[in-house]
């Protein structure tokens, strides 16, 4: 009697397990046509020579497999946009924590009211970003601009930002950044709303100010959420392209030329499809990398919560 109920409840542990795989047995095919598959092209894309101009070039031609990543180290241009990338990357992401952070301390009460302003400030993010682009072409164009005239009528004029070159990479950054701060004020906001109760009445009976339980009670609690967060963003930022290829053009010169804008470039102006790829892959290979480092950085945190 007990190996037959053993029996059944094996049976029932494989029908279960049988039913979970078929269940996500569409998901895994839709995944692989529309990721795996091509990812796995754009690989072997980045091992080829692949030039439209040429038609005696073609993508079997792999004679020379790793030659475009051999140029990619030696490109100037290339490491240009890294670097870009990388002060772009590193200015949205701090801005948005910060400006997340706040808004989320100004919103953590229970009111009507701020519920209502908690929805307005979601705007930025449900937006498309091409329309978000347009936004602030017209705030940077100085002849249509409402914020150009208002500060020549305060006596401040201004020249477009889009177009100093000391300023073009920053006015990229304000727009990103007002796109995306509302993305870590909801994630900041939850986590500050699952604050335990108990070592903030403990440290107000204490005598802590604010600014002290801020600093020693708040900002501890919140420092796991706010690193992943911040590499959440930092992996979302890669993808500022359409910002700067609506406000910018990659200008003024190389100033707000980023990696993906370049590759952009090389795929779609020069028809260097297998240079492009070649970018297109370090910069898969980067993202996995963040990726890599989120999980480690979720997993340590729930160990530590445990």
């Known amino acids: 009697m007990i190996l037959f109920n053993r029996s059944l409840s094996l049976s029932a542990e494989a029908q279960r397990k049988r039913a979970f795989l078929l269940g996500l047995l569409p998901a895994l095919v839709v995944l692989a046509v529309i990721t795996i598959a091509p990812a796995i092209y754009l690989f072997v894309t980045s091992l080829t020579p692949l030039d439209l101009t040429r038609p005696e070039v073609t993508a079997n031609?792999?004679?020379r497999p790793w030659t475009n990543y051999a140029e990619l180290y030696t490109d100037k241009r290339f490491h240009n946009?890294?670097?870009?990338?990388v002060k772009l990357?590193?200015?949205t992401v701090s801005l948005q924590l910060l400006m997340g952070l706040a808004v989320a301390l100004l919103l953590n009460a229970p009111s009507r009211f701020l519920e209502a302003v908690r929805t307005a400030f979601l705007i930025p993010m449900v937006l498309p970003p091409i329309v978000v682009s347009i936004i602030w072409k017209v705030l940077y164009i100085p002849d249509v601009s409402p914020m150009h005239r208002?500060?020549?009528l305060i006596g401040f004029p201004i020249e477009?930002?889009?177009?100093?070159?000391?300023w073009a990479l920053w006015a990229i950054a304000i727009a990103d950044t007002w796109e995306w701060f509302p993305f870590t004020m909801l994630i900041l906001l939850a986590?500050?709303?699952?604050i335990p109760d108990e070592p903030l009445e403990a440290a107000r009976i204490d005598g802590a100010g604010a600014w002290q339980m801020f600093r020693y009670i708040i900002l501890p609690l919140l420092r796991p959420v706010i690193v992943v967060a911040a590499l959440f963003r930092l992996i979302d930022s890669i993808k500022a392209f359409p910002l700067i290829y609506v406000l910018t053009d990659g200008g003024p010169g190389l100033v707000t030329e980023v990696t993906n804008y370049y590759a952009f470039i090389e795929a779609f102006n020069f028809s260097y499809w297998g240079y492009a790829g070649a970018i297109a892959v370090l910069m898969v290979a980067g993202v996995f990398?963040?990726?890599?480092?989120?999980?480690r950085m979720a997993t340590r945190s729930a160990l530590q919560e445990t």
Do not use: G, R
């Not at 986590?191 to 699952?194: E, T, Y």
């Open 61 to 63: 031609d792999f004679s």
């Open 81 to 85: 946009s890294v670097w870009v990338q």
């Open 89 to 91: 990357s590193v200015v």
């Open 150 to 152: 208002l500060l020549e």
């Open 160 to 166: 477009s930002l889009i177009t100093n070159p000391k």
């Open 191 to 194: 986590a500050l709303q699952m």
């Open 289 to 295: 990398f963040l990726s890599w480092i989120i999980n």
